[in-house]
């Protein structure tokens, strides 16, 4: 009875340590949860049940420790996360206040990765690089940029600020600011509000594939094409009764 009862009270003051820790260390992550997510219900849920949130504890303790250049430890804390989470965010990377990880399932974040503020990752989304290239080979994502689910930011490339990339796109290339991203590769469908020609429905929660559209524009010329010639035939039989 003795030992449920330590037990109980060493969960109980972990817990309250826990989250006056995330209140005071996580502020602005906590914000950014409670903001972009209809489903949040207040601070004390993202804090004990929010993976997203959970994988940027083990990611500022593990760059802390990289950044003491203590050996080994950082790695080992990374990973510790990743099993925990299935959220992986390498220690050297660099990331600015307010990012918010939703659900964050297979998100992977590379060791040269710069991220700004006020960031938000949906899960799948990966911050990588192209090849086996030293120094600098990973994104610069600014600030207030949305990666769409499952889409991938590979090399050395810059994503401007206030940029929506949307869900699966592959975006190897630069991107302006103020700019939306579809496809693969990865395209910019509207700049500063205009959609650029050839753009395409810029809703992200119902983003359509780039390719599929094209084909449907083919599809249709296509069916024009066969009833004017259908059209032209059926003229030309009435020509030769007469």
């Known amino acids: ?21 995330g209140r005071i260390f996580f502020a602005g992550e906590l914000k950014a949860a409670l903001e972009r ?7 004390a849920e993202i804090i004990f049940t929010y993976s997203g949130y ?4 083990f990611y500022r303790i593990s760059s802390i420790l990289k950044k003491t250049n203590v050996p080994f430890l950082p790695r080992f804390v990374s990973q510790l996360g990743k099993w925990m989470t299935g959220i ?14 939703d659900h964050g399932m297979g998100v992977v974040i590379g ?5 700004g503020k006020n960031v938000t990752l949906f899960q799948g ?13 990973h994104p610069t994502i600014g ?20 940029v929506m990339i949307g869900a699966n796109a592959v975006v190897l290339r630069d991107v302006p600011e103020d700019s939306t991203v579809v496809g693969v590769p990865g395209r910019v469908a509207k700049r ?44 030309k039989g009435e020509n030769q009764k007469h």
């Open 143 to 162: 600030n207030n940029v949305v990666v769409g689910a499952g889409a991938k930011v590979l090399g050395n490339i810059t994503i401007g600020d206030n």
């Open 192 to 235: 500063k509000g205009k959609r650029l020609p050839g753009g395409i429905n810029l809703d992200h929660s119902s983003l359509p594939d780039p390719l599929a559209q094209a084909l449907e524009r083919l599809q249709h010329e296509i069916d024009h094409i066969e009833t004017e010639i259908a059209d032209y035939h059926e003229r």
């Open 37 to 43: 997510d209809p489903a949040a219900n207040g601070y």
């Open 88 to 101: 992986e965010i390498h220690p050297g990377a660099t990331i600015g206040e307010g990012l918010f990880i």
């Open 54 to 57: 959970h994988a940027l504890v």
């Open 111 to 115: 060791e040269t990765a710069v991220i």
């Open 1 to 21: 009875m003795d030992i449920f009862m330590d037990i109980l009270v060493f969960l109980v003051v972990f817990a309250a340590v826990f989250y006056s820790a």
């Open 125 to 137: 989304v990966t911050l990588g690089g192209t090849g086996k290239e030293k120094g600098k080979r």
